[in-house]
Antibody
């Protein structure tokens, strides 16, 4: 069945780089897009970016200068890298599959930016 | 970027009451392929978001049919016909027509 699971460090120091991995199963990355969404504590959902089935990417306008999304189709993994992290980047980061809507989500991983 | 304005921000309802949530877009969400990629999601406390409706009015598999979506271009509505206790949480509209994709600010459904 379709599953997505986020992994990464729980704590990142300010100004450092965040690296997250979304490991998927039950579908192919070459025929589905995967999106990243984040949610600061107590706040709403924010779309971060996506990698499309063909490998192209789109990013949140406010984050694009710091953000990179890539993938390894052989390992069924999607990667998010964000540099120059600030406290405002503290959030739960979700990955989700887009296929007739966003029906499948990971459980999310909390990233705290703190020294 | 497309701005989605959801109203009301908070909704208080009794069990069995019917309620509606509005989502207005700053530009048309009708794609050049003829589809309109406006989705509705529910996030219960401590959980990942759950897809309710995709492409304006299509009910996701397994979602109760008391949920319905309607609208076109820039004006969209989610209706719950008879709120149940399990429906409490925050509802989001989300557009995937234009890049970057965007979410509305959310509508919190509470028990009155």
């Amino acid at each position: 069945q379709v599953q997505l699971k986020e992994s990464g460090p729980g704590l990142v120091q300010p100004s450092q780089t965040l690296s997250l991995t979304c490991t998927v199963s039950g579908f192919s990355l070459t025929s589905n897009s995967v999106h990243w969404v984040r949610q600061p504590p107590g706040k709403g959902l924010e779309w971060v970016g996506a990698i499309w089935s063909g490998g192209s990417t789109d990013y949140n306008s406010a984050l694009k200068s710091r953000l990179s999304i890539s993938r390894d189709t052989s390992k069924s993994q999607v990667f998010l890298k964000m540099n120059s992290l600030q406290t405002e980047d503290t959030a739960i980061y979700f990955c989700t599959r887009s296929y007739y809507g966003f029906a499948y989500w990971g459980q999310g991983t909390l990233v705290t930016v703190s020294s | 970027d497309v701005v989605l304005t959801q109203t009301p921000p908070t909704l208080s309802a009794t069990i069995g009451q019917s309620v509606s949530i509005s989502c207005r877009s700053s530009q048309s969400l009708l794609d050049s392929d003829g589809d309109t990629y406006l989705n509705w999601l529910l996030q219960r406390p401590g959980q990942s978001p759950q897809l309710l409706i995709y492409s304006v009015s299509n009910l996701e598999s397994g979602v109760p049919n008391r949920f319905s979506g309607s609208g076109s271009e820039t004006d969209f509505t989610l209706k719950i016909s008879g709120v149940e206790a399990e429906d409490l949480g925050v509802y989001y509209c989300m557009q995937a027509t234009h890049a970057p994709n965007t979410f509305g600010a959310g509508t919190k459904l509470e028990l009155k």
